[in-house]
C-alpha cells in the first residue's frame, strides 16, 4: 500500500555533508513512523534514525547522534537524513522504511514497507 523511494545518495569526501530524502506514495505518512538503516555488503542491516511523523519525536542512533539528524514534511510525504560531518565508515546502501503503526524503533522488525535504497560512499 506504501512505495518509497530514497534520494540524495552519491560520492562524498570525509568530513563533508550529504542529505537524503524519502518520499512515499499510495498513503499519508502523518500517523506513521518512518526509520533509516544503513547496511554494507555482507554485513547486518544497522539502524540510524527514525521519527513519529504523528508528533515529530525522533530517535537517533547514539554513534551518529552528535552528526546525523532526521525531518520529516507531511506536506511533502518526505523524510529527510542529513548527515553532516561523514567519515568512511559511513559508507553503506541507506534505506528507509515505514511503519503504520507509528511505532519509532530502532530495529527493522516493525517496519512493514522498505525502500530499495541509495548507496551513500564516503572516501577517505
Known amino acids: 500500500q506504501v512505495q518509497l523511494v530514497e534520494s540524495g545518495g552519491g560520492l562524498v569526501q570525509a568530513g563533508h555533508s550529504l542529505s537524503l530524502s524519502c518520499t512515499a506514495s499510495g498513503r499519508t505518512l502523518r500517523t506513521f513512523s518512518v526509520g533509516w538503516f544503513r547496511q554494507a555488503p555482507g554485513q547486518e542491516r544497522d539502524f540510524v534514525a527514525a521519527?513519529?511523523?504523528?508528533?515529530?519525536?525522533?530517535y537517533i542512533a547514539h554513534d551518529v547522534q552528535d552528526r546525523f539528524t532526521i525531518s520529516g514534511d507531511n506536506a511533502k510525504n518526505t523524510v529527510y537524513l542529513i548527515m553532516n560531518n561523514l567519515k568512511p565508515e559511513d559508507t553503506a546502501v541507506y534505506y528507509c522504511a515505514a511503519d503504520p503503526d507509528g511505532i519509532v524503533a530502532g530495529m527493522p522488525t516493525p517496519y512493514d514497507y522498505w525502500g530499495p535504497g541509495t548507496q551513500v560512499t564516503v572516501s577517505s
Open positions: 521519527i513519529s511523523m504523528r508528533n515529530g519525536g525522533t
